[in-house]
Nanobody, 122 residues
Framework: QLVESGGGLVQAGGSLRLSCAAS????????MGWFRQAPGKEREFVAA????????HYVDSVLGRFTISRDHAKNTVFLQMNSLKPEDTAVYYC?????????????????WGQGTQVTVSS
């Protein structure tokens, strides 16, 4: 129901734009989030946006470099990633929260995509 795209290999300092398209149902009333998981590490929160798109929240390590946004008409959520660093390398997952507000815990998300690989070379 959630399908991520836009991952790939990029050099440090470069940019990528991830997309998360919903199908089968609409998530316009749900908060949405992006998480990532690097090899050997736990899945971590990256960014979240509330149902209206009027409120966002980021993990400190991406603040000022990543931007989360959503397009209700397209039922899609985006993650614009600029000034990428090697430590941003991970599988990135899109998720839909149980409620409409911002959530930072993975346990508060009910729907998950399959993930898209982002690799940043130094």
């Amino acid at each position: 129901q959630l399908v991520e795209s836009g991952g790939g290999l990029v050099q440090a300092g470069g940019s990528l734009r991830l997309s998360c398209a919903a199908s089968g149902r609409t998530f316009i009333n749900n908060g949405m989030g992006w998480f990532r998981q690097a090899p050997g590490k736990e899945r971590e929160f990256v960014a979240a946006i509330n149902w209206s798109g009027g409120s966002t929240h980021y993990v400190d390590s991406v603040l000022g470099r990543f931007t989360i946004s959503r397009d209700h008409a397209k039922n899609t959520v985006f993650l614009q990633m600029n000034s990428l660093k090697p430590e941003d390398t991970a599988v990135y997952y899109c998720a839909a929260a149980r409620y409409g507000w911002i959530e930072v815990r993975a346990s508060d998300y009910d729907y998950w995509g399959q993930g898209t690989q982002v690799t940043v070379s130094s």
